[in-house]
């Protein structure tokens, strides 16, 4: 189920701190421009710029701005992973499913601009491989807390498929909604909408 670019590393040696630091910046500084002005049209020299770092400094970390959204979906998936651990499974109640949309609501204002950056990127019509594997490594997430979402992977599924995915689609939609205009009577009624969704496709599979 997970895709292993984002499978949880072993047997990896510790970074240098100084060095570790460095490629923090690079990564932070990256995914503001992401963000802001789209991933297409950011340069290796505006992310140097914005790290204040030399762009001789910065290719000595990435070769490319690919790799270093990798490194910001790998940060971001980490930290999904530990909000995903939170769905209650297999089968969780819709009161269930609506706390744990608010948890996620909480994270992604706090992670705004790489969950918008992992959702808009995922949905282009040429996506960056690296956020189509974000995207996989969330379908997995998600299988192995709910039996909904394990069914719905299985083989010849289609159907069941295009639930699970329609309502993942729409809970990032909604969760990004959130993020961008906070706490209001139409960002939570989506959400709402969204845990609706997620718990009709539980139920049934119940």
Known sequence: MMDPAFAPATDVKPMHPRRAATRARI?????????????PVVTMEQIAASAEIQRSTLYLHFREKDEILAAIAEDYTAKVRAVVAQLPGPAPTLAE???????FAHFVTEERASTELLVTLSHLPNAPATALAFGEALKGMMAERLSAFRKALAPNQHFAFARAMFAMDNLGWALCYFARTGANASSLARLSVAAETLNRIVRDNS
């Open 27 to 39: 990564c932070g500084g990256a995914n503001q421009l992401f963000f802001e002005r789209g991933f």
């Open 97 to 103: 499913i609506q706390n744990w949309v608010g948890v």
